[in-house]
C-alpha cells in the first residue's frame, strides 16, 4: 500500500467514525465503498471489518450506560444462523455485488412498510434482525440502516439507540473478519484477481483513528435532539445509496 493510499485512508476512517459517532450508520457505508474501491474484496472486508469493530466497539463503550442488553443475546442467536448459512455455502461476493448491495440497502430499509412492526425490543425481532443484519452485511459489508429500521420503532431514546446499535454492529462485524479472514479466507483469495495481504500495522493504525473519529461523534450526537437525529439519518444514507447503486450498476456494463 502507498503513502498517499495510506493517508487517504486513514483521513476517510476518521471521517467516517465521525458520521457514524452521531448517526449510529452511514459512515460504514461511505468506508466501505472507498475500501471496495481500492482493494480486492476479501482485504476490503476484513480492513472494514477490524475498523468498524473498533469504531462501533467503542462507542459502545462511550455510550454503555445506555445500552439494553437484553436485546444483544438474541441478537446473536440469529447472528449465528446466518453465519452458519452462508459458511456452509463459502459465498463470497465480487465487487459488482458490492457496490449494488450497498447502494439498495438503504432504499430497501425505506421502502419497508411504516405498518410492519420491527421493534427490536420483541425477542422474536431482536433474533430476526441478528440473521438478516448479519446475513446482508457479510455480503454487502454494511448493514446499518436495515438496521436502523429495527430501533425507529422503539420508545428507545437518542442514546439508547446509538448504544445497543453500536454492540450488534461490532458484533457483526467481529463475525466479518472471522468470516473472511478465516471460514473463507482461500474461497476469498482465489475469487480475487489479485489478492492483497494489508499489512498488520495498518490495521493497527485503523483502531485509534476510528476511536478519534467516534469521540468526535459523540461531542455533536450529545448536542443533538432526536427530531433532528431522525430527521437527518434517512436523507444521509438515501443519498449515500443513490451514489452506490449508481457505480454498481456501472460495474456490470
Same mark, same amino acid.
Given at each position: 500500500?502507498?503513502?498517499?493510499?495510506?493517508?487517504?485512508?486513514?483521513?476517510?476512517?476518521?471521517?467516517?467514525?465521525?458520521? $457514524?459517532?452521531?448517526?449510529?450508520?452511514?459512515?460504514?457505508?461511505?468506508?466501505?465503498?472507498?475500501?471496495?474501491?481500492?482493494?480486492?474484496?476479501?482485504?476490503?472486508?476484513?480492513?472494514?471489518?477490524?475498523?468498524?469493530?473498533?469504531?462501533?466497539?467503542?462507542?459502545?463503550?462511550?455510550?454503555?450506560?445506555?445500552?439494553?442488553?437484553?436485546?444483544?443475546?438474541?441478537?446473536?442467536?440469529?447472528?449465528?444462523?446466518?453465519?452458519?448459512?452462508?459458511?456452509?455455502? $463459502?459465498?463470497?461476493?465480487?465487487?459488482?455485488?458490492?457496490?449494488?448491495?450497498?447502494?439498495?440497502?438503504?432504499?430497501?430499509?425505506?421502502?419497508?412498510?411504516?405498518?410492519?412492526?420491527?421493534?427490536?425490543?420483541?425477542?422474536?425481532?431482536?433474533?430476526?434482525?441478528?440473521?438478516?443484519?448479519?446475513?446482508?452485511?457479510?455480503?454487502?459489508?454494511?448493514?446499518?440502516?436495515?438496521?436502523?429500521?429495527?430501533?425507529?420503532?422503539?420508545?428507545?431514546?437518542?442514546?439508547?439507540?446509538?448504544?445497543?446499535?453500536?454492540?450488534?454492529?461490532?458484533?457483526?462485524?467481529?463475525?466479518?473478519?472471522?468470516?473472511?479472514?478465516?471460514?473463507?479466507?482461500?474461497?476469498?483469495?482465489?475469487?480475487?484477481?489479485?489478492?492483497?495481504?494489508?499489512?498488520? %500495522?495498518?490495521?493497527?493504525?485503523?483502531?485509534?483513528?476510528?476511536?478519534?473519529?467516534?469521540?468526535?461523534?459523540?461531542?455533536?450526537?450529545?448536542?443533538?435532539?432526536?427530531?433532528?437525529?431522525?430527521? %437527518?439519518?434517512? %436523507?444521509?444514507?438515501?443519498?449515500?445509496?443513490?451514489?452506490?447503486?449508481?457505480?454498481?450498476? %456501472?460495474?456490470?456494463?
Amino acid at each position: 500500500m502507498s503513502a498517499g493510499l495510506i493517508l487517504a485512508l486513514s483521513l476517510v476512517v476518521v471521517a467516517t467514525a465521525t458520521l $457514524s459517532g452521531i448517526f449510529g450508520m452511514a459512515g460504514g457505508i461511505i468506508l466501505m465503498g472507498f475500501l471496495i474501491t481500492v482493494l480486492p474484496v476479501g482485504a476490503a472486508m476484513m480492513l472494514h471489518g477490524v475498523t468498524q469493530a473498533a469504531s462501533n466497539g467503542y462507542r459502545a463503550v462511550l455510550n454503555r450506560h445506555h445500552i439494553r442488553w437484553n436485546i444483544i443475546g438474541v441478537y446473536c442467536a440469529g447472528a449465528a444462523l446466518a453465519l452458519a448459512l452462508l459458511t456452509s455455502i $463459502s459465498f463470497v461476493p465480487d465487487r459488482a455485488v458490492v457496490f449494488l448491495a450497498l447502494g439498495c440497502v438503504p432504499f430497501i430499509a425505506a421502502a419497508l412498510p411504516k405498518s410492519l412492526a420491527l421493534d427490536i425490543t420483541k425477542k422474536s425481532m431482536a433474533a430476526a434482525a441478528g440473521f438478516f443484519i448479519t446475513l446482508i452485511n457479510l455480503i454487502a459489508g454494511v448493514a446499518g440502516p436495515l438496521l436502523d429500521v429495527f430501533f425507529v420503532r422503539t420508545e428507545l431514546t437518542r442514546h439508547e439507540v446509538v448504544a445497543s446499535k453500536a454492540v450488534t454492529q461490532a458484533i457483526s462485524h467481529l463475525l466479518k473478519i472471522v468470516y473472511f479472514g478465516l471460514l473463507v479466507r482461500e474461497t476469498a483469495r482465489a475469487a480475487d484477481a489479485s489478492p492483497v495481504d494489508v499489512p498488520l %500495522w495498518v490495521y493497527a493504525l485503523v483502531v485509534p483513528l476510528a476511536m478519534i473519529g467516534t469521540t468526535l461523534g459523540k461531542k455533536v450526537l450529545d448536542r443533538m435532539s432526536d427530531t433532528n437525529f431522525r430527521k %437527518w439519518s434517512q %436523507w444521509i444514507v438515501l443519498t449515500i445509496g443513490s451514489v452506490f447503486l449508481a457505480r454498481g450498476i %456501472w460495474a456490470l456494463l
